[in-house]
C-alpha cells in the first residue's frame, strides 16, 4: 500500500514544486512587468519634460516657424501669428491649397514656388516697414520626404541701418564735392597763371596737389556710385547704346595715359557687325574705364589688350580686358569683386586706391544681367570679361 | 554788353565766375538764394543764368520752372552748375528746357566758360 502510495506522492511533491515555480515565475514576470512601467513612466516623464522645453523654444524663439507636414500646416509659433496676423486655430490643420488663396500667404507661396523645399536666407519685403529672411528646410523620417520646416526671420532693423548708413555716405559726399570743386577750379586758375605768375616748383607742386584733389573727387564718385548701388536706383538712363564705339573711344584716351609708360595698349575689333544695344550709357562707360585703369595701373611694363565681340550664342555682347600685370593671388581670387577689398601685390604696387572699383564693375553688369568674371596668374597678369545682353 | 545771373550759394565759386566772366566782357550779377535771384531776374532781364541747384535757401527747379513758364523770361539760356550728377535730376532738368548740366567736379572753370560762351554767341 504504502509503496502503492509512494508514486503518488511524488507526483504531488513535483505538482506542488511547479506550482510554487510556476508562483516564482509569476512573480518575476509581475516585478519585471512593474519594473517597466517604471521605466515607461520615467520615459514618458522624460518626454514630456523634453515636449515641453521644445514647444517652449519653439514658443519663445525669436524668428517665426512654420511647421508643414503632407498638405497641412501642423505647427506655427507665436511670431508666425504676428508676422502673418492670423491666429493659430485658424491655421493648423489648414491645407495648402486653401492657404495659397490668403493674401496674406500670398508671397511666402510665390517663394515656395520659385525656389521649392529647400532654400536658404531668402530677402523678402513683407509689408512696406517689414523686410524678412526666409529659410525652407525638408524634414524626413525613415528617407521619406514628410514635410518642411519654414523659419521666417525679421531684419527690418538690419534694412533701416543699411539704409541709413547709406543715406550718410551720399550726403556726406555730396556735402564734399561742393569745397572740392572750389579748390579744383582755383588750383586750375593758379596753374594757369590766371592769378599771377608761378615758378617752376610752385607750379609742380599745385600740380601735385590739383593731382590729389582729383583723386579725392573720384573716391567720392566712388562712394557716391556704391551708395547709389545699395539704395537699389542705380540704372537710370536705358537707350541704345554703340558699345564698340565705345570701348574704342575709351582705348584712344587711355593711349594718352600710357604714354609716360612703357606700356602699349591694343584693341580687337569684333569679327562681325554689332548692333546698338539697350544700356546705360554712363555706367557701361565706367566700367570700361574701371577695368582699363586697373589694367594699366597694375601692368608696370608690357601690354593691355581689349578685345569686343559676342558670346558662342551670340545673344550678349563679350568684352574682355587682358594686361601682363601683376596678376591676382589664388587665395585672394573669391574676395576680388567684395566692397573695400585690394590685392596685397595691388596695395603694394599703388598705395591709392578705394577698393570700389570691381564692385561697381560687377553691379553695374549684374543689373543689365550680363556676367562679370576673370582669369589671373599672380605676376604674369590678368583679363577680365564682361557680358551684356544684346536687347 | 550779356548780362548774366549767378544763383549760387558757394561765395568762392561765385565770385570765380563773376571775376572771370567780367574779364570776358560780360555784365555779371551775383544772388546767394532762390528768392534774391528771382528777384534780381525781375528787376533786370538776364540773357543767360548760371545757376546751383541744391542750395541751402531754396531750390533751382523752382527758380527753372518758374522762368520756364513766363512768356517773357523763357528765352532765357540756363546752364545749370551742380554738385550732383544723378541722371534722375538732368532728366528733370532737361525735360524743363536747360541748355546745359555742368557738374562741378568734372569741370575746370575755363570749361564752363567756354559753355557760357557758346551760348550766349
Redesign the interface.
Known sequence: MLSKNKQPDSRLEKKVQDLEQGTKDLKDTRSALMNILEDVEEERGKVEIERDRTSAIIKSFADGLLFIEGNKVTLINPKIEKFFDISEEDILGITLTNLAKDKRFKSLFALIEKRGDSFSREELMWTKDLAVEISSTPVFRDKKNTGKIIIIHDISREKMIERMKTEFVSIAA?QL??P???I???L??MI?G?LGRLNKSQKEFLEKTYQSNERM?HL??DLLNVARIEEG?FL??IKKVDIVGMVQRRVTSARGLVKHKKVTISFTKPKTKISKTNA?A?KIYLVIQNLMDNAIHYTKEGKVDVKVGLTKDKKSILVSVSDTGIGIAKDQESRIFTKFFRGANAVKTETEGSGLGLFIVKNIINAHEGKTWFESQEGKGSTFYFTLPIR | MKQILIIED?D??SN?LQK?LSALGYGVRIAKSEIQGLEMIEEQKPDLLLIDI?MPQGNGFRVIRKIKRSDDLRDISIIVIS??????EI?TAKSLGINEWIV??EF???QVLLKVRNQLK
Open positions: 555730396h564735392r561742393t572740392l570743386s572750389a579744383k577750379w582755383i586750375k586758375m594757369d590766371d573727387i567720392i564718385n536706383r537710370q538712363d546705360d554712363e | 558757394e568762392l565759386l570765380l572771370k541744391s554738385n550732383s550728377g544723378r541722371q534722375e532728366n562741378k567736379t575746370d572753370l575755363e
